[in-house]
């Protein structure tokens, strides 16, 4: 007769290789709401994120229409994503970086559900949130913005390799637990770019 422990421990390791499933999924670029459905799923769920993993399309530019800025000064990638971080960063790098020859570009991403929309609201949310931090910049120089789709990390890095930036500008966010379940895209930058990446550290109260 099987124990009630051995229930319990049972139940542990199904809903923990769920769990960890759905994680592995969300760090990849999909919704973190993955999650929740692998938890109760726990093996079940593994073919499924292993297949949808593998079938996921490359991260790319969701907005690829409008050509980049050339500029005589350096070209500057700035990720957003609308926390005071990524504020904060974005007015670093204008106040260290930026020159009237400068060619900046604000970049949010989105993951792959976001992107698949039927209705595109996610979407034209991030054009819309990237459009007003734009117009909040006070540059000579025009201010492009670019959504991308994927794992922040992986997208950035990757938009920032194939579009010939000189610096990836981000904010690094706390230690709070989405950092640490999903992922840190300043760790990503810093560890895997061949673009140099400028990390802005969070403001200090007080």
């Known amino acids: ?117 039927g209705d595109g609201s996610d979407m034209a949310a991030a054009t819309q949130r990237l459009e007003a931090a734009a117009k909040r910049m006070e540059v000579p120089a025009a201010v492009h913005t670019r959504v991308l789709v994927g794992a922040p990390g992986t997208a950035l890095r990757e938009f920032a390799e194939r579009q010939g930036f000189d610096i990836v500008v981000v904010g690094r966010r706390g230690g709070g637990l989405s950092r640490h379940v999903l992922g840190s895209v300043s760790t990503e930058l810093v560890t895997h770019s061949s673009v140099p990446v400028l990390v802005v550290e969070p403001q200090r109260e007080g």
């Open 1 to 117: 007769m099987v124990n009630t422990g051995t229930i319990v421990v049972a139940a542990i390791g199904w809903v923990l290789i769920g769990l960890l499933s759905g994680i592995w999924m969300a760090r990849r670029g999909f919704d973190a709401l993955w999650i929740l459905l692998a938890a109760p799923l726990g093996p079940l769920f593994v073919p499924i994120a292993v297949e949808r993993v593998r079938r996921r399309p490359d991260s790319a530019e969701a907005t690829p229409s409008e050509s980049l800025p050339a500029g005589t000064g350096p070209r500057i990638l700035i990720g957003v994503d609308g926390s005071p971080e990524s504020v904060h960063a974005m007015t670093t790098a204008l106040r260290t970086l930026g020159s009237p020859g400068s060619a900046l570009v604000l970049a949010e991403v989105v993951n792959y559900e976001a992107a698949e929309s």
